[in-house]
């Protein structure tokens, strides 16, 4: 089983529409949470980033931490053609070098 | 912003050849490191860095090496490349040391290597 699952898609969204993307992951002991994004030929983009459970919202974006469920949550609203991207979750422990990537999973927002 | 600069976004090489790999971050961060990202497998890890001259393996370091000479500059080598390394490469560096608390990693734009 994998650490860090994440559903690869794609998920095809009519352009405004709430997109909800989501991982799940075994490891309790994960505090710090990521959210990429990652558009065609190049490098992941650091959009959002959480510390243990909770919301935090910066503009369109919203990340969700629940660590009951082991269940994080990206969710973009209002969303546009220049979201089409992979969008890929990320996780670590303090005191460790060890990042956990999800595979991504690809978005496509349709004008 | 950080900056996290590789050096080449396409790569063409011949097996057998060293291969060298080059990335420069702005951002006086501790942590330096290479990932491989294929269809499928995600991101896995080769090598990172803590520090200048330390290196340390990561998921699937065989076939490759590191180098650390300056804190702003990390190299990958492919020792003897080998068409199985076809791939995207990413670096990433991030702030504070290995055993503090960490911070999220940036990344480069990648360089697409194609092993012939």
């Known amino acids: 089983q994998k650490e860090v699952e994440q559903d690869p898609g794609p998920l095809s969204v009519p352009e405004g529409a709430i997109v909800s993307l989501n991982c799940t992951y075994s490891n309790s002991a994960f505090q710090y949470f990521m959210w990429y994004r990652q558009y065609s030929r190049k490098g992941p983009e650091l959009l959002m980033y959480?510390?243990?459970?909770g919301n935090k919202e910066d503009g369109r974006f919203t990340a969700q931490v629940d660590k009951s469920s082991k269940y994080i949550s990206l969710f973009i609203r209002d969303s546009q053609p220049s979201d089409s991207a992979t969008y890929l979750c990320?996780?670590?422990?303090?005191?460790?070098?060890?990042?956990?990537f999800g595979t991504g999973t690809r978005l496509k927002v349709l004008a | 912003d950080v900056k996290v600069t590789q050096s080449s976004r396409y790569l063409v090489k011949r097996t057998g050849e060293k291969v060298f790999l080059e990335c420069v971050q702005d951002m006086d961060h501790e942590n330096m490191f290479w990932y491989r990202q294929d269809p499928g497998l995600g991101l896995r890890l080769i090598y990172f860095?803590?520090?200048?001259?330390?290196?340390e393996k990561g998921d699937i370091p065989e076939g490759y090496s590191v180098s650390r000479e300056k804190k702003e500059r990390f190299s990958l080598i492919l020792e003897s490349a080998s068409t199985n390394q076809t791939s995207m490469y990413l670096c990433a560096s991030s702030l504070a040391r290995l055993y503090d608390s960490n911070q999220p990693q940036h990344f480069g734009d990648g360089t697409r290597l194609s092993i012939l």
């Open positions: 959480t510390y243990s459970s």
């Open positions: 860095s803590y520090d200048v001259k330390m290196k």
């Open positions: 990320a996780m670590y422990t303090s005191g460790t070098y060890k990042y956990i």
